[in-house]
């Protein structure tokens, strides 16, 4: 009877959440002539030629360049923010230096929106020669990753007991060997989560990729709006889904993919407990 | 004796702090110096430093306080929301998600779709004549609300918002959850608490610092919303769902009033700054 | 840190394995207005002028997206960014622009090809900022059937009659639209809206545009144009608290009150209202020209693609009006390549380029010998440069250094009074004292 309830409540959250996404695929299922006359969620004739449309189209815009520059700009941005992030974050809950004035300030780099710094940071990158290339997006992806690197990393490591650290150093462990090799297999879930997080949030951002690159360099998000304007000004629904939908995909691929890891720590932590 | 001495601490930091410095202390010093200067596009290069100008004239600004109430209702809001919906999902479903972890999946999804296209479906999804949520509407109950008038729109994004980043506390709380050791959970049972009371008098308490940190993440990224609102409404009839970041939007790039932008992104700095001052000194507190 | 290992790796094997798809070397590299018609007949263009260019000449084109653009040129610019040679303009953005551009010199023939006036959209204190591309303004696209029916049944005139003495206090009968003033649009959008008139055979007698949105302003703008309104007088007063304004304002407001307009109208922008009209519930629409191959065609709009007739916005009491702006090209300050930019400029300002770029699906405005040329292709050019040059107006101070942002603050301010969050008098107060503040830098 519960477990009848719970599986509704999941149906109901799942569907919920996901609306907006499968509406979305739907839609790139659909061709212009059926949009302006069938707005249900039933396909009447479906179609691929959304898709087609994407994926051939590269002389004028081409998605895998995008993608590819998507890809090398989230993953700089993660991994860099992580290797950043995870030794400060570990001297923080092992120390209490920089919980005082470190922490606060680099969290709130979150509430800050960085578009204030585009314009210096343009000029910046100008002269560094970084403008439109996916080095400099990534580094830009970093700054933007590493305040929620940095929570879940200190939190983690706060959650990590302390006698643990200390028996390795009466074993006569460095600090660096202790961090490297005693915290960093234990709090494994979550670096992983982090980088999850991290590399979705650098692969979704949108205002940096559209300030600092031209075109060599263009991600994902922003080479998607130019398909929104296929004909005359206004969002064609169907292309812009199709794009939308190929857009989410390697995020939302890597996510499921890495979920499996994620539990399968959890799981082990839990029953370690 | 601490884990990590003074020198060391300091030397891993030294990267972290190396790179902001690089990346974020250059821009940082020009947007002070642009805060207090009478600047605009043309005069990048060669700002006039006037004093605390900028200052003023966002602080007496009724559009300001406009889009700060704004931001602040919609980062409490959603935060909340999402916090209580993602705990109880949690919770409830732990069980069922246990056995079948594949089932965390659905739930994930959403974290993984761009705000900003987000935003650009719900203009699909919500649309009277394209989207399917009026066309239902229509079709059983033969009216669809207006669900971007000015009554409405602030419901609405705050929907928007909920539905998209209620997977986020729901994931944080449910690994937090699992992750009570079982002897905690067997203990109370061997008390005879019933599950609600363990709940409330043991299970909660230990996910307290995992429910703080989601709230307090959850609110910010609310507080500083712009990617979906700006795809979805804009600023909104008449400026009325204008957040914090759409208001800096607006002024350094179509009002050109760099200083004045980079003068409210100052102060909100401070400000945040301030309030996560006070609640790391209340933590403290508490710990002794 | 296996996991970080084989990120860094996955890195490195990305960054070696991906050629940087680098611009080849031409010479110059040309910023377009992407994803539309205008860029179709750019390509079209270019790639005649390479056919015949020599090596150190070739254009290469360059595109970024639609959101943000101006936002993004803007930054570029100011930051002297020489990533193009040539960069697009627009009537409303030329003195935002212009400081970081460079006036170039057409030739007599230009005015051959475009006319005067066309010139003139991209002029900025009187000199040339760029070669007139595109031409911007906007069709009353109607329903034919729905208006033959309405006037050809005696029952439904005297229901039209009732609802606009009742809604507009006057005495009006059905007209066949190009004899529109904008009452008796009002009066047919009434008509037709269900809220209204429960025998609607649609569910909307129009749509407004009404989005908080710099763009919706213009479409806005012929209605009080057509009222005798302007944003300034000859002596550089701010005039926006005209009656024509105010008459305009609750024009629309009355409208979207009374259920003519769709009740999302206030976040509706140019794909709303195409999906709007296209679904077949909306009798009339104001809409920008770009939409006229969308809402006529029968594969993407079936439901009023045979029944869709389009006409010059309706008359006030100084006739009709059509705001006009102009998308054109110009010199980049940093360009890298001036000579080979000015001598694509040139040519792109010729008859046989500005033909080409007809034929290639834009929409130059032509003079009238120059358009009879390609009169049997593209008729609707035909209506384009006859609306441009008969109702074609463009604000007093529309392309000051700071119009962008004059549209952006009565779009702030006029869909403040719309949705009923302050007064008008209030709402034209706060725009006449921003445009004051605005014109006079």
Known sequence: ?273 | MAIVNRAEGRLYFTPLVGFLLLFLGFPAIVNLVYSVSTVNFETLRSPTITGFGNYLSVLGDREFWRSVSFSMRFGIVTALAECLIGLFLAIFLAPLLARRSVLMAPLMLPLMVAPAMVGLMYRLVLHEFAGPVPYYLFEWFGDSPAFLDVNNAFRTLVVVEVLQWTPFAFLLFYMAYVAIPLDVREAAALDGATSFKALWWIELPLMLPTLTIAFFIRFIDGFRVFDNVYALTGSGAGGSTTSLSIYIYHAFFKQGAIGKAVAASVLLFLASLVVLCVLNWLAGLRRR | MKMMRTSLAAVAALLSSIAMPGLSNAAVTVLGWPGGSEETALRAAVEAYNGKAAETDRVELLFFNRDGFFDKLQADMAAGSSAFDINLVATYSIGRYAPYMEPIELGPDAAKVFGESVLKTMQFDGKQYGVPTDLSLHFMYYRKDLIEALMADDAAKAKYAEIAKEHLEKELQPKDPDQWTWEDWAATALYFSKQVNDESPVRYGTVLQMKNLLFNMMVFQSLPRSYGGDWMDAAGNVTIDSEAYRTSLELYKKLYDAGASPRDSLSYEFAETNAAYSAGQAATALQWNAAAADLTNAEKSPAVADVTGVVAPPAGPNGRADHIHGLGLGLNKNAKNKEGAIKFLKWLASEEAALTYARGGGSPALAPEVVAKVASERPDLVKLGEFASRYGYVMTGATSANALSIYELQAKEFTGYWSGQQSLDDALAHTKAGMQDLLKK
């Open chain 1, 1 to 273: 009877m519960l477990n009848g309830l719970r599986w509704i409540v999941y149906a109901i959250a799942v569907l919920a959440m996901n609306f907006p996404v499968i509406v979305t695929l739907v839609t790139s299922f659909k061709s212009a002539r059926e949009l302006s006359t069938n707005a249900g969620l039933w396909i009447n004739q479906p179609t691929l030629e959304n898709y087609f449309r994407v994926l051939s189209d590269t002389s004028r815009f081409n998605i895998y360049i995008y993608l590819a520059n998507s890809a090398a700009a989230a993953l700089i941005g993660t991994g860099l923010a992580i290797l950043l992030a995870f030794p400060a974050a570990y001297a923080i809950a092992r120390s209490e230096a920089g919980r005082r004035i470190l922490l606060p300030v680099v969290v709130n780099l979150r509430a800050v929106p960085l578009i204030i710094f585009a314009i210096p940071l343009y000029m910046m990158y100008q002269w560094l020669g970084l403008l439109d290339t996916q080095l400099g997006l990534g580094l830009i992806l970093t700054i933007v990753n590493v305040p929620l690197a940095l929570v879940i990393l200190v939190n983690a490591i706060s959650d990590v007991p302390a006698e643990l650290d200390e028996a390795a150093k009466v074993d006569g462990a460095s600090s660096l060997q202790v961090m490297l090799m005693i915290i960093r297999p234990v709090i494994r879930p979550a670096l992983v989560t982090t980088f999850i997080f991290g590399f979705i949030t650098a692969w979704n951002e949108f205002l940096f990729g559209l300030m600092l690159t031209t075109s060599r360099a263009v991600p994902m998000t922003v080479g998607s709006s130019f398909f929104f304007a296929a004909s005359g000004g206004g969002v064609q629904w169907g292309t812009a889904s199709a794009v939308m939908i190929l857009g989410a995909l390697p995020p939302a691929l890597l996510g499921l993919l890495m979920y499996r890891q994620i539990s399968g720590s959890m799981m082990a932590g839990a029953v370690k407990g």
